[in-house]
């Protein structure tokens, strides 16, 4: 690609002749494997801006047009197509930013983890009284003597809370990253309603697991002899094997019906990363007897 | 003469002055006249010197008397279990490199006792000697999954590698445990342990190219192969009729449950290698295999290629037979369409019933062996997953967190429950 290093006027705009310039929405459609490194400057020009001398005429800026490097700003949505037909990222794209090449196309497994279990803290911010809690709330229990803390549940999302005197509170359960804020921000609501003076401070996903199939056996014994630095397998003990990735730090659960188990993630794409990592490694451990 | 911070031992006076009268200065007590010390050693205080021994000598702190002890057990677990001076001397350093860490250095004995375990089973491991975790929990009474979380641990902690066991590097040792020679059962019931045991590796190995084996724990399959070698070395009547119970009772070989179900995963595997011999007119099942087992462990390689072979055709003449008839049903439903009003979904319907028919949801029943798991799954109910898709900063109704709160009656009514139930509590 050509670096521009300046704006230039469309008149002198290099193999282009048309008579207008029409902006659209972008669109990125990566099929598997095919992400390719991309560096993509996109010039937009405000309305009543004299196009062939766009330096001039936009307000606060000093001679250079905004030059986009997030998807947000642009009025057209980006989508990307994965297999599958699941949005792979929930977070805002950012086209502009390089993409690392991904595996090549015959070695990408098009499977997808799916989330099952999402594990947060938040603070409140206020000491709780959790007797009254327990008292007035509905969907509370509260045994002091076997733990000590309030364990209180809600239908939507269906999710466990351990809300602490101290004000801090744990919530598990939720099936995504916006379901456990939702289902946090509702618990700290139910608390507020009980007459303290809850904030919703400092949410932060602690934890998130995820679990798929590969659907063909595997061969714990040759996969323990090979990744022995990584792997723990004790049949007498449990009957997965224990895989400690270095990059990403994820934890899997690797069972002979070939199901694999992710944890210990702090974001989504750490759990799609292990799994794109232990793929082609599960794959030489098919055997077709 | 001055004043000597001493007591007299005669009188017990406190009046002892220093009396610098004679060529040496002397302590002597002025109510009684005894001398309390005299010499360059008056100035010294009474009872030695200031510094205590162990200051001026240097002196190797004493190991703590637990740590000598588990160092004892480590040696006797060693010596039951007949393990060269190399795993000795290896698991005792072990033991007191994890003993003075900071994460076994308080715990419990118990605790510590599971590490002399620990550390003698890792010991083994690192030289290949085949000891189970079992093995080691029966030694030293207590539940094996106690040791193997202690186990877990001292391997994080001492941060060592070292290579999973095998069934097959066990089985030896195991089979050794059976009271099965003719100086323990009669004669027809008695086996060579030689031969047992090689026959019984034999049908591990198969049972391990099967699935049988992955995933599982090792005892009840190594108790089932050898239950199965002992009955096919002299298939008779009698060897058949008995029960696996009763064979561990006779060989003075613990009971195990899970045993049972993998003598019967093990004659499934046999028979669908069994049916593969040429020269067997009858069908292979599990009530006359066993009298098929010495053929089929003599020709197992054979017998494994020719029954994926035969699976593969069948599975290749199945799925021309499912195209075939669905070409059918497609030809016959677009016929009905266009004499009837079907709509085009519940067209779809029928086909899809018909491809689901043909190719299994199940991939291992596509398998001519898979693992037994995912052949027979546990059917689990599962809750309805909610896919709900929310960005997590909705609004919240205030109805929904109501429905969580109780009323002001709710609570009167509880609070006084609560009074009635703590009111009888204390009656009681």
Known sequence: MVELSGTTPKCNHSGLNAHCFTLGSIEIICAAG?????????????????????????????GQTPQLFHSQA???????????????????????????????????????????????????????????????????????????????????????????????????????????????????????KLGFPAKFLDFKIQ?????????????????????????????????????????????????????????GAKVRAEIYEAFENIYPILKGFRKTT | ??????????????????????????????????????????????????????????????????LIKGLQRVRALCRVLRVNSEIEKLSQTYFEQAYNHKSFINVSLT???????????????MHDWPVTVGTIAYLIDTDSGAVGAVYQETLNTLNICIPTLSVTDVMEAHCQEYKITSEHVPAELAAEAKELTKRALALVELAADSWIVTGRRPVPIMIAATYLSWQ???????????????????????????????????????????NEIPWEKQEITPNNV?????????????????????????????????DAKNKKTMRTKTAELKTSSKTGSSVLETERANNGACDEPNWGKRLLFAPPCVVNPKKRKRAPSNQINVTGDEEISDSEIDSYIRTHQEVREIAMTQKLLCQESDNL
């Open chain 2, 232 to 274: 096919s070395l002299q298939p008779t009547k009698l060897r058949l009729k008995m029960t696996l119970d009763k064979f561990c009772q006779m060989t003075k070989v613990d009971k195990n449950r899970p045993a049972m179900k993998r003598v019967t995963e093990i004659k499934e595997m046999l028979c669908k290698l069994g």
């Open chain 2, 111 to 125: 605790k510590k006792e599971a590490l002399a375990g620990s550390c003698v089973l890792i010991s083994c491991r």
């Open chain 1, 34 to 62: 095919e992400l390719l490194v991309v560096h993509i400057r996109t010039d937009v020009h405000l309305a009543r801006v004299d196009l062939h001398d766009a330096s001039s005429g936009l307000p606060g800026t000093s």
């Open chain 1, 74 to 192: 642009v009025t057209g949505t980006t989508t990307t197509a994965l297999p599958g037909n699941t949005p792979l990222y929930n977070t805002p794209l950012t086209p502009m930013t390089p993409i690392t090449p991904a595996t090549p196309a015959s070695e990408s497994s098009g499977i997808v983890p799916q989330l099952q279990n999402i594990v947060s803290t938040v603070n409140l911010g206020c000491k709780l009284d959790l007797k009254t809690i327990a008292l007035r709330a509905r969907n509370a229990e509260y045994n002091p003597k076997r733990f000590a803390a309030v364990i209180m549940r809600i239908r939507e999302p269906r999710t466990t809370a351990l809300i602490f005197s101290s004000g801090k509170m744990v919530c598990t359960g939720a099936k995504s990253e916006e379901q456990s804020r939702l289902a946090a921000r509702k618990y700290a609501r139910v608390v507020q």
């Open chain 2, 290 to 322: 066993i009298q098929q087992v010495e053929d089929i462990l003599s020709y197992r390689f054979a017998l494994m290629r020719k029954a994926l072979k035969s699976y593969e055709d069948s599975l290749k003449a199945d799925i021309q037979q499912c």
């Open chain 1, 207 to 263: 934890n998130m697991v995820g679990s798929c199939d590969v659907k063909f056996p595997i061969r714990l014994e040759g996969l323990v002899l090979t990744h022995q630095q990584f792997s723990s397998y004790e049949p007498e003990l449990f009957p997965g094997l224990i895989y400690r990735m270095i990059k990403p730090r994820i934890v899997l659960l690797i069972f002979v019906s070939g199901k694999v188990v992710l944890t």
């Open chain 2, 1 to 66: 003469m001055s004043r000597v911070a001493l007591k007299c031992p005669n009188c017990g006076s406190s009046n002892v002055v220093e009396d610098d009268l004679y060529a040496q200065s002397q302590s002597v007590c002025v109510d009684c006249g005894s001398v309390v010390s005299e010499g360059f050693l008056a100035n010294d205080p009474v009872g030695g010197s200031e510094v205590y021994y162990s200051h001026s000598a240097p002196q190797s702190k004493r190991p703590c008397s637990n």
